[in-house]
């Protein structure tokens, strides 16, 4: 919370209410293991206990900014506002129904003139928060073969073509915000998908991995852009160290 008299910067607030969301899915996923609760109800349960408190928050602390969420009803009206807030509050749903496993996350970003300005990935389950102030801290490329994190259950051509032109290993993980995450601490390299996404799966992973100096972009190199469509479905990016963008995006459209 800012001090008192102080204004909360979007950078604190989206990191602030990225970190109570998270904590309310976790004392939730506590009570649903000590009661038994069937996954579906623990996963639906999650999706609007988040949902309710990142909307409610958002509306007090700044009423005047649109909202555009996975679990809310979307109004055409945010496409005339220039402050608008993208959030996905449990992204990795699936991965929060399964007990014990930490690859799900709440994303939290504010978009303006079609581009994140501030966001924040929590990954309640590990412990951390990552946002674009202050900035992550990239690490440096260790001695190993290159790492491509893609889904749990397919591979998109575009991480099979990273993974071929890299001669790169592959890491399978949950929610778009965890691999995403993930490239960030370094215990992956590149993150590249195509299809079933939306703009909140990508909005908050995107600006935090750009703000560390990553390369962010669609899978043809064009700048990932939200807010500029009635419809969010942007299904394709690629994510990835620098370095590794151009022999990607040339392998994906020679």
Known sequence: MADEGTPEDDHRLATRL???AGALLMQLRAVAEAEG???WQLMDEGDMLAHHHLV???QEARPSDAILSEEGRDSANRLSNNRVWIIDPLDGTNEF???GRPDWAVHVALVSDGFPIAAAVALPAVGRTFSTRPVPEL??????RPR???SRFRTPQAAMIAVQVLGADVMRLGSAGAKTMAV???HADVYAHHGGMYEWDSAAPVAVAAAAG???SRIDGSPLVYNSNPDPWLPDLLVCRREMAEPILKALWS
């Open 184 to 186: 960030v601490m370094g």
């Open 56 to 58: 409610h928050a958002l």
């Open 37 to 39: 609760r069937h996954p």
């Open 97 to 99: 129904g399964e007990l």
């Open 214 to 216: 990553l390369h962010v």
């Open 148 to 150: 491509v994190v893609t």
């Open 139 to 144: 690490p440096a490329l260790e001695g190993r």
């Open 18 to 20: 990225a970190d109570e």
